[in-house]
Structures are given as structure tokens and as C-alpha cells.
């Protein structure tokens, strides 16, 4: 059961956009889907709780009489939404846990620096060698100097920990509109969403590997 985690220790980068889609794709393709949120303002499970029935299902955690959580039985594969200032002890609960782990990054120089001392401290925490750590551009707005500004950082400081970029996605409002329904890009037509789906298939594919 793959177990896909999306972090980030800065607020605001887009983690529960990035958790939804994600399960939404893995919904959409068939595989019986779990998002957990182990965020304490549950914006995961806000959206779930708007989901319509006849969009594919997407199960959350069962919680049992003395509280333990896991996932629902049946479940295949599970992607995790963590919260702001993740670290220490909880951080290297959710890494135990983690076979696949996507890191958004904002085109912000507060962003971009935090970011990388996070996936120097994920590498040292990550259950061994095969865990996939992967980078994600998130509300980026091309030709401006803060894209400028991600693109060099990503080319000096990732090559040496070999991390790889997964691009970077758009700032739209398609995600808000669709979040407020409980809805995914895999959910509407695709011509509505061309250009999101496109830039989600460097995603997809690392997904899938």
C-alpha cells in the first residue's frame, strides 16, 4: 500500500491543494484511496465532507473506540496532508509511514530557503534509501522575477541532493472553484482544465513509478 505524503513545514504553500488532486487522480484511475489529514485545521477533511457521491470515492481515516486511526479496510493507496511546522517527533512518525513524499514550493525567498534545510532534514529522516522525495512548483506565475528567482534555486541546490522537479503548476483559479466542491481536475471535463492537467502529468507519472 503506497503511502504518499505531501509536506512542507511553511503554511500557505498549497498542501491540501496538492493532497486533494492527488488523491483524485489515484481515485479517478481505481485504486481505492485514502486521504488522511494530519493537520489540525482538517482542511482535507472539510473537503471530503463536500465531495458529491457520484464522484469517486476517496475514504479518510477509521478512528476506533480507543482512537487509533488507520486506514479504512480495502484500502490501496494513501495520501497524507501535513500541517504547517511539521518537525521533530511528529515529522519523523509520518516519514516511518511514507513511501513517496511531494514537497510544494512557492517562487518566495522566505519559501525557497526553508524548503531546502526541510528536504536536507527529509533525507536524513526517511525510512531508507528508496523513498522518493520529489519537488513541485505550486502558484507560480511565469516571466516574474520570484519564478526567476525558484528556477535558480532549484537548479543549485537540488541537482546536489538529487532531488528531482516535477515543474511547476499555475496560479488559477480553477482549484479554488473546484474546492469548494469537493472536486478534483479528474472530476470535470478535460477541456476545462487543459492546461492544469498538463502541467500535473510530470505528477502523475512519478506517481505511478
Known amino acids: 500500500m503506497p503511502v504518499y505524503v505531501v509536506a512542507n513545514p511553511k503554511g500557505g504553500v498549497g498542501k491540501s491543494t496538492l493532497s486533494t488532486n492527488l488523491a ?9 484511496t485514502m486521504l488522511g489529514d494530519t493537520d489540525r485545521q482538517q482542511s482535507a477533511l472539510t473537503w471530503l465532507k463536500l465531495r458529491p457521491e457520484a464522484a469517486p470515492a ?3 481515516w477509521d478512528v476506533s473506540h480507543d482512537h487509533v486511526v488507520k486506514p479504512p479496510k480495502g484500502t490501496t493507496h494513501v495520501v497524507l496532508d501535513t500541517p504547517a511546522g511539521l518537525h521533530g517527533k511528529r515529522l519523523e512518525e509520518i ?8 514537497v510544494p514550493l512557492q517562487a518566495s525567498i522566505f519559501d525557497i530557503y526553508a524548503t531546502r534545510d526541510f528536504l536536507a532534514t527529509l533525507i536524513e529522516r ?5 523513498v522518493d522525495i520529489a519537488v513541485i512548483g505550486n502558484r507560480v506565475r511565469d516571466h516574474t522575477i520570484a519564478a526567476d528567482q525558484l528556477r535558480h534555486f532549484l537548479a543549485e541546490h537540488l541537482g546536489p541532493l538529487k532531488i528531482p522537479v516535477l515543474g511547476a503548476l499555475r ?6 472553484h473546484l474546492a469548494a ?3 478534483t481536475l479528474w472530476d470535470v471535463a478535460p477541456g476545462r482544465v487543459e492546461r492544469d492537467l498538463e502541467q500535473w502529468q510530470p505528477v502523475v507519472r512519478w506517481s505511478d513509478a
Open 24 to 32: 483524485g487522480y489515484l481515485a479517478r484511475r481505481g485504486h481505492a
Open 58 to 60: 476517496i475514504g479518510t
Open 126 to 130: 526517511r525510512k531508507h534509501d528508496k
Open 181 to 183: 466542491r469537493g472536486l
Open 171 to 176: 496560479d488559477t483559479q480553477n482549484y479554488v
Open 95 to 102: 516519514m516511518k509511514l511514507a513511501d513517496k513524499v511531494l
